[in-house]
């Protein structure tokens, strides 16, 4: 059974650099990646790549979903701020129908990354799967935004460069509610799709009824 003090040990004990220290001792450079959108029914897909200075922990930092947004938005200065470099990358509705979703979201994260001012050593990737065609050592975490704090700190910039992209769009379309639910599959947004149809900006390889 887990005790308390067996998780305050952990929570103590826990590295959020464990990944990236072997890079840091031989003075290269490290970038998180991570996607947000997946799950969507509208908008596209969005990675972010951030490379941080060594040892650079901003506090409330983690996984984008565990962040309430009024910090994340707080957050994503800071860590605009203190990054070496940052990059957005995104795959519309169209290639996510074109790509599979799964795909879609790599070829995100590798533009991401491709638009760094700066070039890697190593790349955290979030997830299981390996971005394809990418020349640059990466290594593929899952749970990544959890465990590394490059990751976490993409998983942010990737989570509110998206909703910032579907507030707008919600302007345009707001029978949609993309204010609220930004594309995710809810119910409010399965009965606006049945009231009003589908937007070029839905994804058609999605089911959508």
């Given amino acids: 059974m887990t005790t308390k003090n067996t998780i305050e040990w952990f ?21 998180g990646t991570d ?22 922990q901003i506090v409330g930092v983690t996984d984008s979903k565990k962040v309430p947004a009024k910090k994340r938005l707080e957050l994503v200065k800071i860590i605009k701020e203190k990054a070496l470099a940052y990059a957005i990358g995104t795959c519309s509705p169209k290639e996510i129908d074109q790509l599979n979703i799964l795909w879609a979201s790599m070829e995100a994260m590798k533009r991401a990354l491709l638009e760094l001012s700066i070039v890697p050593d190593l790349v955290l990737v979030d997830g299981p799967t390996s971005i394809p065609n990418l020349a640059l050592r990466s290594r593929s975490i899952i749970k990544g935004d959890s465990l590394s704090h490059s990751i976490a700190a993409a998983s942010i910039l990737a989570k509110t460069h998206r909703d910032q992209v579907m507030l707008d769009l919600h302007d345009i379309h707001p029978e949609y509610s993309w204010c609220t639910n930004v594309g995710y599959p809810t119910k409010q947004h399965y009965e606006a799709i049945k009231r009003h149809g589908i937007t070029s900006h839905h994804r058609l390889s999605f089911r959508l009824n």
């Fill in 35 to 56: 996607e947000a959108g997946r799950g969507c029914l509208a908008g596209p897909v969005v990675a972010a790549a951030v490379i941080l200075p060594s040892n650079c």
């Fill in 11 to 31: 929570a103590e004990s826990f590295d959020p650099f464990s990944f990236e220290r072997p890079i840091w001792a031989q003075d290269g450079l490290v970038a």
